[in-house]
């Protein structure tokens, strides 16, 4: 997930820059994902990026982030996972991947800064249990912050 900075055409131009540099080099490691899309967008206004890789087999999520993307598991309990500071393309200082555990069933659920960071899904049980799209549609339905451009990505984690 990325999102430009600010609004209008050189954000976006950023966040698809970031998109599709990102699509065309999934099999690097994370880390070099984010150092080289920084040097890809250097000449942009830059991005907060955050991305979730899933190795289905070892039943594990690594999450790395840089700006203010947000993303969490919801299964049992909720987990929220951390971004850096900066911005790709703008420099950050540091990376902090996390890898946790993600079962079957776990939802996956990232948002950008235009989705209060008080996003609560703990009451969506219905909504959890549903269609992720709508799920989606209802975090930026009631959590979505009207001055600001929004994102959500909504992932299940099948049951095999």
């Known amino acids: 997930?990325?999102?430009?900075?600010?609004?209008?055409?050189?954000?976006?131009?950023?966040?698809?820059?970031?998109?599709?540099?990102?699509?065309?080099?999934?099999?690097?490691?994370?880390?070099?994902?984010?150092?080289?899309?920084?040097?890809?967008?250097?000449?942009?206004?830059?991005?907060?990026m955050g991305i979730a890789v899933i190795n289905k087999d070892a039943e594990r999520l690594t999450y790395v982030g840089v700006g203010n993307i947000r993303a969490m598991i919801i299964g049992e309990q909720t987990l929220r996972l951390g971004s850096n500071y900066g911005i790709v393309g703008g420099g950050y200082k540091t990376l902090s991947p996390e890898t946790v555990l993600i079962m079957p069933g776990d939802l996956v659920i990232m948002a950008t800064d235009g989705v209060s960071e008080r996003m609560d899904v703990s009451g969506y049980d219905e909504a959890r249990?549903?269609?992720?799209?709508?799920?989606?549609?209802?975090?930026?339905?009631?959590?979505?912050?009207?001055?600001?451009?929004a994102s959500v990505l909504v992932f299940r984690n099948k049951v095999t």
């Open 1 to 48: 997930m990325a999102d430009g900075l600010g609004h209008g055409e050189h954000a976006e131009k950023a966040a698809k820059a970031a998109i599709d540099y990102v699509a065309h080099h999934l099999s690097e490691p994370v880390t070099n994902i984010f150092a080289d899309c920084g040097l890809a967008l250097r000449d942009m206004r830059g991005v907060a």
């Open 129 to 149: 249990r549903g269609d992720i799209q709508r799920l989606a549609e209802k975090i930026l339905q009631d959590w979505g912050i009207e001055t600001d451009d």
